[in-house]
């Protein structure tokens, strides 16, 4: 067995004295694993982030299998080094998708939504973080856990809608929510397509999707959002507070 | 087909790094051979590090006293502080002769995958022996891969407002390295990080 296909670098686990078990996001079949030789001469080239050419081939499909990787540009991770907010973003990216998509199955969207924000990180915090947000909530959409923030689950209207339902992941209205304001997630506005996104909305977003990948996504998995992410979150808030 | 001892032997060698089966049948053989020029000796010293070596309790070095050789030597500089990922990182840097501080062996890195956390790495214990310890440079010397870099920015947070300088080793072409070999990360990374000739 053998193909082909670009991927993106999730996460490299070392395995023995020169190899190593990587997992890729490819674009054509989903998270895929592979061993490959020779870890430290491929270099950046299996860190986290890295768009790649990988060639798979195993005897039979069900095996792990090995990959010949060749980059197709710097990994973005090693231009990153020095650069905390931008590296933390690249390893929640990466160990949430790791974590959260099962093998073998394909998720093009999920791929290119990836590549796209991989592809901003040149951009101020200002405008990657809230793509982010919009990247987990396109995360939960791929594994069926979209959330409904088109209309109000109670009223059906359409504007004002202020929070999602912790239980359903659907938008509710201000006045329809408000009495039960305590238990409900705030629906940041830059997610319905008001305004680009402050950092209060950017944590808000963050609050809303952790909250469905903990519950609907995690908790079957019995394993934790990964602590990447949390430590993403602590960094770009204080990122954005101004020093006193 | 051998002995069970042999057998044994065999496959404890073969769990070690860099051996395989067949390399450690040769291993085990070329014991046998040589068995009171090398296998006894080698039995005595194993034995005797097993009932000796323990980590140290200051720094996370390996050492037949605690505090290790290193923490109790006092030519060494005590307010410099080098941070490495494992006890191999420390016998390298210390191979170099180039650093004449102490260490601080963090035994792992923060990693996602493997879910090693702050408290896994004992961060708690290092910001206090910075604190503690009057340290004014603490050198961060961790891979430079996402998990070393994120580890190393964790450190540098938890260190702010310690009063120490925190550093990191620089990343780059390596002494010997042919521009042409180089991946393209690293030679972009020493490109950003040139200086004044």
Redesign the interface.
């Known amino acids: 067995m053998e193909w082909t296909d670009d991927g993106i670098v999730l ?1 490299t ?1 070392p395995y ?2 020169g190899k190593a078990v990587v997992s890729l996001l490819t674009q054509n079949g989903g998270r895929h694993s592979g061993l490959i030789h020779g870890r430290s001469r ?4 299996v ?4 768009l790649v050419r990988a060639t798979w081939r195993a005897r039979l499909s069900e095996q792990l299998g090995t990959f010949a990787l060749e ?1 197709l ?3 973005p ?3 990153l ?2 650069d ?1 907010l931008r ?2 973003l ?2 929640s990216l ?2 949430v998708t ?2 959260a998509l099962p093998e073998r199955e394909p998720h093009k969207p999920l791929f290119d939504a990836t590549q796209a924000m991989l592809a901003v990180l040149d951009a101020p915090p200002e405008v990657w973080a809230p793509a982010y947000v919009r990247w987990e909530v396109g995360l939960l959409g791929e594994l069926g856990f979209g959330l409904d923030l088109d209309r109000c689950a109670a009223t059906g209207v359409n504007d004002g809608l202020a929070y999602v339902s912790p239980r359903t992941g659907r938008a509710v209205s201000a006045s329809a929510g408000e009495p039960y304001r305590e238990r409900m997630l705030v629906l940041p506005p830059f997610l319905i397509g008001q305004g680009l996104g402050s950092l209060a909305e950017v944590l808000d977003g963050l609050t809303l999707t952790g909250h469905f990948l903990e519950r609907v996504v995690f908790h079957a998995l019995h394993k ?1 959002v ?3 992410r949390e ?1 993403l979150i602590t960094r770009l808030a204080a990122a954005f507070t101004p020093a006193a | 087909m051998s002995a069970p001892e042999i057998d044994r032997m065999m496959q404890l060698l073969a769990r070690l ?2 051996l395989g089966p067949r390399s450690a049948r040769r291993a085990a053989l070329h014991l046998m051979k040589r068995r009171d020029a090398l296998l006894r000796p080698l039995a005595e010293a194993l034995g005797e590090a097993a009932e000796k070596v323990a980590t140290c309790s200051v720094c996370g070095n390996l050492d037949a006293q605690d505090p290790c050789a290193i923490c109790r030597d006092p030519k060494r500089e005590a307010t410099s502080l080098c941070v490495v990922e494992d006890v191999g990182d420390l016998w390298a840097l210390e191979r170099t002769g180039a650093f004449a501080g102490k260490y601080h062996v963090l035994g792992g890195t ?1 990693s ?4 090693v ?1 702050p408290e896994d790495l004992g961060l708690d214990r290092l910001a206090d022996r910075v604190r503690r310890d009057g340290i004014t440079e603490v050198i961060i010397a961790l891979n ?4 070393g ?2 580890t190393a ?2 450190i ?2 938890q260190l702010t407002g310690s009063g120490a300088r925190i550093t990191r080793l620089a ?1 780059g072409v390596p002494v010997g390295g042919d521009l042409d070999y180089l ?4 030679l ?2 020493a490109l ?1 990080a040139r200086r004044d000739v």
């Open positions: 996460a686990r023995g004295e491929l270099g950046g080239a860190e986290p982030g890295t980059a540009a710097p990994s991770a090693v231009l080094l020095d905390a590296l933390g690249i390893a990466c160990a790791d974590a934790p990964p602590a990447a430590r | 790094p860099g923060l996602a995958m493997d879910g956390t430079a891969t996402v998990e870099q994120t920015h964790f540098a947070d990343h991946d393209d990360g690293t972009t990374a950003r």
